[in-house]
């Protein structure tokens, strides 16, 4: 099978922890001896960060989505370091990665160009390298109707169409603050290319898990 990860930033990168890295790193190289893996990065509270300051200094919005970019890269580049498999080379983007996995079972890389964030990135990817399914290892245990955080009788969704999730994510996003599992732009990819995708807690045991199809341990969204 060929499978894109999407690995949250802020899942990775818990306080620059090198264990944790490390397994991640063991789980992504498991499930790449049955199938082809391209892993995209998230930025994580450092992008954030970088963002949040940059704002403050007075730069545009693309101008720090081009720092958010970089952060991803970076944070890649951290996983690769614990990966024994992986090419050294971080892709900049959909092309140069599909080359790179015509030689490498593993291929890691970050964010590509402003506008979006890894969400999107990762649901490009698997469009564009025809991937049997979008892996999104992220900070929740899937999709609720509304936010868990501040909606306790929020449910959580076991399967649900991208049509739905899509009416969700417009509700969500329309709130200050809100805080929503996908980006539109992943959504409308999603759609478009019918896409079979899992959102599930990003936990090194999970992405083995995801891999062999128990998708319970999240939620699946459907064409
Ligand atoms: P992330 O994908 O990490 O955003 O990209 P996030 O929603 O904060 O996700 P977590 O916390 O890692 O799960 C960080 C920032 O980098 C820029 C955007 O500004 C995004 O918010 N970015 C990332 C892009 O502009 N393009 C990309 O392809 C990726």
Known sequence: MKIVLSLGGSVLMKDFNAERIKRFAEAIEDIAKENKVFVVVGGGKVARDYIRTAKLLGADNTFCDYMGVEVTRLNAM???????????????DFREAYELSLNHDIVVMGGTFPGHTTDATSALLTEFVNADILLNATSVDGIYSDDPKKNPKAKRFDRIKADDLLKIILRLSSEAGGNYPLDILAIKIIQRSKIKALVFLGEPDNIRRAARGEFEIGTLIEP
């Open 78 to 92: 951290l996983l690769c370091s614990a990966l024994k498999s992986a090419p050294k080379i971080i892709p900049r």
